[in-house]
């Protein structure tokens, strides 16, 4: 090992400084994955457990030596989540440059709180979003904004103008793969921005915002898109879905408390059906979510369907008729639930597969996935026609076995 050599060793530690809780740090988005990645925009819901267990790993490798200690500290800044709650940074960021300003980023994640911290926290963000490519790592940007005062186009304040004080700054960024805005006001977003500015996704993630009709959106690499959006702005959304060009999508979830998600089906969706591996459509409030007869046939190539407990566990459904045929190559049928409380997760689980089996008509080579709509928790049930216990379920963290 004396004879490795720095640069060796540097991988192995950049590699081991990796988090292995979400596949989207470390991996492309498959039908096995696919979970892991449209949940990832709530991790910081969740008291941002991944991020501190990444800080407290770095500080496992700082006191094996003092070469390894001074490597880490280089790396300070390869994860870093900044927010209106974080003591840790000056929020001007004319103060962050003038001390010389952060090393590379690669994930960066912000949460606003409130309305006061909007404009400093999105000013320091597009800062780093803007630095050229030749100096900027960065991978996935995460933003949340849990204010409830609306913030007129949020892109607009991420992006902007190149300033005379950023001479060096550019209006494009080609690194970024993942962009996640999370919003809890309704604030506007430009689709047109977002194609302009971000070249590179190949994953973006949308909710809470409103929508602006006919608004195009031409993303050439994107694979994945997740897009939850209020009902009463659906139709706007919908009439600015004709205009989006996104060749090379495969994996898909929209969620919206209205019944027109089929009408996607024959128009947005419908241009990407024979490529499509991961589709999962959850309506709020409505009980069904009727799959047309030639469902199966269009979606050729779809691995993974997911939707609600209440349109799964109807009868009247009409997937228990529109079956996929033995030769499809479609692997799972996602279940969402929602659950109140997260000690009830396993009792529910098995209710709503006791539910599920008695109306269960696919073929025993697809596999029933349940868990909850908003957490990281989900059961593969090993065997529908047998034991509905949660012992005849395997759970997983959003990474599915490849079947």
């Keep these: 090992m004396e004879r490795v050599s720095v640069e060796v060793w540097h991988q192995i530690l950049l590699k081991v400084m990796e988090t292995n809780d979400w596949p989207i740090f470390t991996t492309s988005c498959t039908p096995y994955t696919v979970l892991g990645f449209t949940y990832l925009h709530n991790w910081l819901e969740r008291d941002g457990g991944p991020y501190l267990d990444y800080l407290a790993q770095r500080r496992r490798l700082r006191l094996v030596c003092r070469a390894w200690n001074e490597f880490v500290l ?19 960021p004319t103060t962050i440059r003038a001390k010389g300003g952060v090393g590379p980023i690669e994930i960066l994640s912000t949460e606003i709180r409130s309305k006061e911290f909007v404009t400093p926290v999105l000013s320091w963000a597009s800062h780093i979003l803007k630095r050229p490519a030749s100096q ?7 933003l949340h904004l849990s204010t409830h005062t609306p913030v007129y186009n949020l892109v607009n304040l991420l992006v902007g103008r190149t300033t005379t004080q950023d001479p060096e700054c550019t209006n494009t960024n080609t690194t970024l793969r993942l962009l996640s805005i999370s919003t809890s006001s309704n604030n506007s977003i430009s689709f047109s921005q977002i194609s302009r500015t971000f070249t590179g996704l190949r ?6 915002f409103t929508a602006v009709p006919q608004q195009p959106l031409t993303l050439a690499h994107l694979e994945v898109l997740y ?3 209020v009902w009463e702005k659906w139709e706007d959304l919908q009439r600015s879905f004709e205009t989006w060009h996104t060749p090379a999508l495969r ?11 089929r009408d996607l089906i024959d128009h947005f969706l419908g241009r990407y059906a024979h490529q499509i591996e991961s589709l999962v459509l959850f309506c709020y409030y409505s009980l069904l979510l009727d799959l047309p007869p030639g469902f199966w046939a269009q979606f050729t190539a779809l691995r993974l369907l ?3 407990d209440r349109t ?3 009868k009247e459904w009409s997937g228990w008729s529109v079956v996929p045929p033995p030769t499809h190559p479609c692997r799972y049928l996602l279940c969402h639930f929602v659950c109140p409380v997260e000690s009830e997760l396993d009792w529910l689980a098995e209710r709503v597969v006791n539910d599920i089996r008695a109306r269960w008509t696919w073929d025993d080579g697809v596999k029933l996935v349940v868990g909850h ?4 928790q989900f059961y593969v049930v090993k065997n529908i026609r047998g034991d509905p216990s949660i012992a005849n379920m395997e759970r997983n963290i959003g990474v599915l076995p490849e079947l």
């Design 251 to 261: 994996h898909v979830r929209l969620s919206s408390s209205s019944t027109q998600l």
């Design 373 to 376: 709509v908003y957490a990281n």
């Design 312 to 314: 799964l566990k109807n």
């Design 136 to 142: 900027s790592p960065l991978r996935c940007y995460i």
């Design 227 to 229: 897009v939850e959006i």
């Design 203 to 208: 994953s973006l993630f949308l909710s809470g």
């Design 306 to 308: 997911g939707l609600s």
């Design 74 to 92: 280089f790396t300070s800044h390869r994860w870093l989540l900044l927010g209106d709650y974080s003591p840790m940074y000056n929020l001007d």
